[in-house]
């Protein structure tokens, strides 16, 4: 059983105030023919690899993982300076002047920063002058 908190519920008729109330946990898994196929894909590309006689080369059939780019280690650079100075992403969005979005999206690698953009994230991560520069020279790598 759970216990659920008063709130309100739109209904036909308006808003209604539903009161403190209990009711059933809810289903953390549904089990049914959409699972029994997953497991069926999982032993299909994992099965021919099971038994090879290497442990080491079990799964070896997946593809390289792709060389780590400027850009990649630009936006994890500026990913970790932020969570090193305590920044969540909306906070140094505030202290930086730099939308939230705009911030993610740097720190995802979807977008290239500018180097205004670098400045003051630098600036609002406190770094040092020898950070900074990594971070330029990372920026001048990038594409």
């Known amino acids: 059983m759970v216990d659920v908190r008063g709130h309100w519920r ?3 008729k308006g808003w209604t105030w539903v009161r403190e109330h209990t009711r059933q946990a809810p289903r953390t898994a549904k089990t049914g023919a959409g ?3 997953l497991i069926v894909m999982a032993a299909l590309f994992i099965g021919p690899n099971i038994h090879a006689s290497d442990p080491t080369q ?8 792709p060389p780590i780019t400027a ?3 630009l936006a994890q650079a500026l990913s970790e300076a932020r969570q090193h100075a305590g920044f969540s992403i909306v906070g ?13 999206e740097i720190e995802r690698g979807l977008v290239k920063p500018t180097a205004d953009e670098i400045d003051v994230l630098s600036r609002t991560y406190r770094l040092t002058i020898d950070e900074w520069a990594h971070m330029v020279t990372l920026l001048e790598k990038v594409p």
């Open 10 to 12: 739109k209904t036909k």
């Open 35 to 37: 699972v029994g196929v």
């Open 58 to 65: 079990v799964g070896a059939t997946s593809a390289p993982t």
């Open 71 to 73: 850009h990649a280690t």
């Open 92 to 104: 140094a969005s505030q202290q930086a002047g730099i939308s939230s979005s705009r911030i993610s």
